[in-house]
């Protein structure tokens, strides 16, 4: 059984960087040498989480459920444009350094998060229908797999492996500007400069 951190992180920012999305998209398409090329979920890595866990319980290793906030810590994430399984190498490596566990964070979009995302967009005065289109679309991926990410420290310094669906990228714009627009005043006039 996995040790868990103390709270769950249901809202994040993800340091999600573009090597992470083509990791998805890569990993997403990587059987085309099957006879069905075209995966059923494309967009959801649920799959490759859970390889990751029967891997990383297959070296023996022990996961940590938490997520390394890379903005707070020094971080360095690992490069797999170019192989969507390079997640394993990471893994290897981390077993080699020495590392006693892999931090094991995933983010599954849930209803509640986008209704309420979806509501502080439609409440903003400066919403927009093709953001709440965009919000709609999403309910396409509820209960979907959009964000893993694995993370081991060495010597002071964190290394992470990140990947993330398009999709996921896409919810996390909206949410910010929900955000954003949620809370954001207008500048108005001091009463004393009215009169």
Same mark, same amino acid.
């Given at each position: 059984?996995?040790?868990?951190?103390?709270?769950?992180?249901?809202?994040?920012?993800?340091?999600?960087?573009?090597?992470?999305?083509?990791?998805?998209?890569?990993?997403?398409?990587?059987?085309?040498?099957?006879?069905?090329?075209?995966?059923?979920?494309?967009?959801?890595?649920?799959?490759?989480?859970?390889?990751?866990?029967?891997?990383?319980?297959?070296?023996?290793?022990?996961?940590?459920?938490?997520?390394?906030?890379?903005?707070?810590?020094?971080?360095?994430?690992?490069?797999?444009?170019?192989?969507?399984?390079?997640?394993?190498?990471?893994? !290897? #490596? &981390?077993?080699?350094? +020495?590392?006693?566990?892999?931090?094991?964070?995933?983010?599954?979009? =849930? %209803?509640?998060?986008?209704?309420?995302?979806?509501?502080?967009?439609?409440?903003?005065?400066?919403?927009?229908?093709?953001?709440?289109?965009?919000?709609?679309?999403?309910?396409?991926?509820?209960?979907?797999?959009?964000?893993?990410?694995?993370?081991?420290?060495?010597?002071?310094?964190?290394?992470?492996?990140?990947?993330?669906?398009?999709?996921?990228?896409?919810?996390?714009?909206?949410? !910010? #500007? &929900?955000?954003?627009? +949620?809370?954001?005043?207008?500048?108005?006039?001091?009463?004393?400069? =009215? %009169?």
């Amino acid at each position: 059984m996995p040790a868990q951190a103390s709270s769950d992180r249901g809202r994040h920012s993800a340091c999600l960087c573009p090597v992470a999305a083509t990791n998805a998209k890569l990993y997403n398409h990587e059987d085309s040498m099957s006879p069905n090329p075209m995966s059923p979920h494309p967009d959801d890595l649920t799959q490759m989480k859970d390889d990751m866990t029967a891997f990383i319980e297959g070296l023996g290793m022990r996961r940590f459920l938490g997520y390394v906030e890379c903005e707070e810590v020094p971080s360095v994430l690992w490069d797999s444009s170019h192989n969507p399984d390079s997640w394993k190498d990471f893994v !290897e #490596l &981390a077993k080699s350094a +020495g590392a006693p566990f892999l931090t094991m964070h995933s983010w599954v979009l =849930e %209803r509640e998060e986008l209704e309420h995302m979806s509501q502080a967009l439609a409440e903003s005065d400066y919403r927009s229908e093709e953001d709440l289109e965009d919000s709609r679309w999403l309910n396409a991926y509820v209960g979907k797999t959009g964000f893993v990410q694995l993370g081991w420290a060495y010597q002071g310094c964190v290394f992470v492996y990140e990947a993330g669906t398009e999709w996921y990228e896409h919810f996390q714009q909206l949410r !910010e #500007l &929900a955000d954003d627009t +949620g809370g954001f005043m207008m500048d108005e006039p001091d009463q004393d400069e =009215e %009169r």
